[in-house]
């Protein structure tokens, strides 16, 4: 669910709640091990677009990245 309203932000191009509701799944992936959340959260980062131009949204696709390679 928080990689869905993440992805709602990013939709809406809204980088404060695609970056709230991201890191909120990047830490739930990190707690649970859970590749679905990780998996979800690599297609969030194929939607990024313009908003990878946003300082914070640049740092969440740095996490997200890191969180597959764990």
């Given at each position: 669910m928080l990689a869905n309203l993440a992805a709602?932000?990013?939709k809406r191009k809204d980088?404060?709640?695609?970056?709230?509701?991201?890191?909120k799944a990047i830490h739930l992936a990190r707690e649970s091990?859970?590749?679905y959340v990780a998996r979800?959260?690599?297609a969030?980062?194929?939607?990024?677009?313009s908003l990878a131009?946003?300082?914070?949204?640049?740092?969440?696709?740095?996490e997200i990245k890191a969180l597959s390679v764990n």
């Amino acid at each position: 669910m928080l990689a869905n309203l993440a992805a709602i932000g990013v939709k809406r191009k809204d980088p404060e709640q695609a970056v709230v509701y991201a890191r909120k799944a990047i830490h739930l992936a990190r707690e649970s091990s859970s590749g679905y959340v990780a998996r979800r959260l690599q297609a969030l980062r194929m939607d990024f677009g313009s908003l990878a131009r946003d300082v914070r949204v640049a740092e969440l696709d740095a996490e997200i990245k890191a969180l597959s390679v764990n």
